[in-house]
């Protein structure tokens, strides 16, 4: 029983002394105790332990070197993707230069840019762990070398699509001169088609026609000289008939769309698009988008009330308030879209007008003359449309056309009040339009435009109006006996 111990400590020992076996042990003789077990020392190497280390070096190493063979077969590919996109640039530019020789050298940025430039900043975050994790001097000079060259392609690439963005915009400019000269062209060509189906243009001031006919494209001026943000205004010529003014406003609200405070005044349309020579008035009394101008005064709502204030412009002096009696107030009834437009002024070729609603009409809308000087109400129609369904509305020739929206991009003038004769009908004239919401309508009877303040740009519109229908003679108007 005593040899057991013995024989176990031989067989476990046996492989490390086996013939042809790495003698990594030798055998030294052992003694027996007194009870019988055997003792016996067991030199090892001490080059064991750094052999498994070298092995273990060697495996991560060489899945290093196969990683950085991957990445930089990536970077060939990626290399000659760029190469051919180098030629597509120039040849879309010679075909550019070709079509127009003044026009500058442009470069078209394309989705596989974006992913070279995702899987490039990957390749570099991947070369940077491979260097921290590498422990190996050969193979970390390699890493150095692939994380150095990822990142020069990755500026390289930074650059084309700098430059490519640059002359994108540049791009992007021209293609909006051309667009600009096309929608004239456009309008030149509805204008001429419009006078000769309406016969000869009407002088200024002129009601000689046969009612509104068409709206021609929207033309956009510019921006309001106040921003963006200040999307709620109004804005026109003097409308006085017959007048050789050509007095220009724009009066934006502040960026609540309620308060009336500020206004410009330009004295030719060409000072009005360079925002030149102009004069700027303080106000601060005003309520709403309702505004007009008629022989150099303007008239507007009253803050907070439902009276009619008068300014003179030549001195910005507020010369009368006067209330319009039954007229609500304070938005409650304003248009559908357009808050705070309870009272709605409005000139044309038969003189100042005010749009507005009362508790007795049950929010219908309100048409009444107004005495420009005195601010007394001459006379008062009432219509059949419900003030906060229509978008708008706008006066010409003592004609009341209200608009409604069919779309963010479109209106309809679907309702005529002839106040001459007392008379109303439907009709469908179309009217596109940039933005969303016409905040302000006023109509010019001196160039039969309609100057509109869209979402803060000033916008306006030609006019086409029928031709006056013949007279029938006695003879024609009665049958013969």
Excluded at 245 to 254: E, I, K
């Amino acid at each position: 029983m005593q040899q057991v111990p013995a024989l176990l400590t031989t067989l476990l020992l046996l492989p490390l002394v086996l013939q042809g076996q790495p003698q990594v042990a030798r055998l030294v003789p052992g003694t027996v105790d007194k009870d019988g077990l055997c003792h016996c020392v067991v030199y090892l190497s001490n080059n064991l332990i750094p052999l498994k280390e070298w092995e273990q070096l060697r495996h991560t190493a060489q899945e290093l070197l196969d990683k950085y063979e991957q990445e930089l077969s990536r970077v060939s590919e990626h290399s000659r993707a760029l190469e051919d996109y180098d030629d597509q640039i120039l040849e879309m530019n010679g075909a550019l230069k070709s079509r127009n020789p003044a026009a500058p050298a442009v470069s078209y940025e394309s989705p596989a840019f974006n992913l070279l430039r995702l899987e490039l900043e990957g390749a570099q975050e991947l070369a940077a762990q491979l260097t921290a994790k590498g422990r190996i001097s050969a193979a970390r000079d390699l890493l150095y070398q692939l994380q150095s060259q990822v990142a020069n392609a990755s500026l390289t690439l930074k650059s084309l699509a700098d430059s490519d963005q640059r002359s994108f915009h540049a791009l992007r400019q021209e293609v909006g001169v051309l667009e600009s000269r096309l929608s004239e062209c456009e309008r030149e060509k509805e204008q001429k088609e419009a006078s000769r189906d309406s016969g000869p243009p009407l002088p200024p001031g002129s009601c000689a026609h046969g009612g509104l006919q068409k709206v021609s494209r929207p033309l956009v001026v510019q921006l309001n000289w106040r921003g963006f943000s200040y999307k709620a205004g109004a804005w026109g010529r003097d409308s006085a008939p017959n007048s050789s003014s050509s007095l220009y406003w724009v009066a934006p609200l502040r960026t609540d769309g309620r308060y009336f405070d500020l206004y410009r005044l330009h004295r030719s349309y060409d000072d009005l698009v360079l925002q030149k020579n102009y004069e700027q008035w303080k106000m601060g009394y005003g309520d709403g988008s309702g505004n007009t101008v008629y022989k150099n005064f303007m008239y507007f709502n009253y803050y907070g009330t439902s009276e009619i204030a008068k300014v003179d412009l030549s001195s910005n002096i507020l010369v009368l308030r006067r209330p319009l009696p039954g007229a609500t107030f304070n938005n409650r009834f304003s248009y559908a879209g357009v808050p705070w437009k309870d009272l709605d002024f409005a000139s044309d070729e038969k003189g100042l007008w005010v749009l507005y609603a009362t508790e007795e009409s049950k929010g219908n809308l309100v048409v009444s003359r107004l005495n420009p000087s005195t601010l007394d109400v001459e006379e008062t129609w009432r219509t059949s449309q419900y003030k906060p369904a229509l978008s708008g509305a706008f006066m010409a020739c003592g004609v009341l056309y209200a608009l409604r929206s069919l779309s963010t991009r479109q209106e309809e003038i679907f309702y005529a009040f002839d106040t001459t004769t007392g008379q109303e009908h439907h009709l469908s004239i179309l009217l596109d339009k940039m933005l969303e919401t016409l905040q302000g309508i006023n109509y010019c009877p001196t160039d039969h435009k309609l100057y509109v303040y869209n979402d803060g740009y000033l916008v306006n519109y030609d006019l086409s109006f029928l031709p006056t229908p013949p007279t029938k003679s006695p003879s024609e108007a009665s049958p013969p006996p």
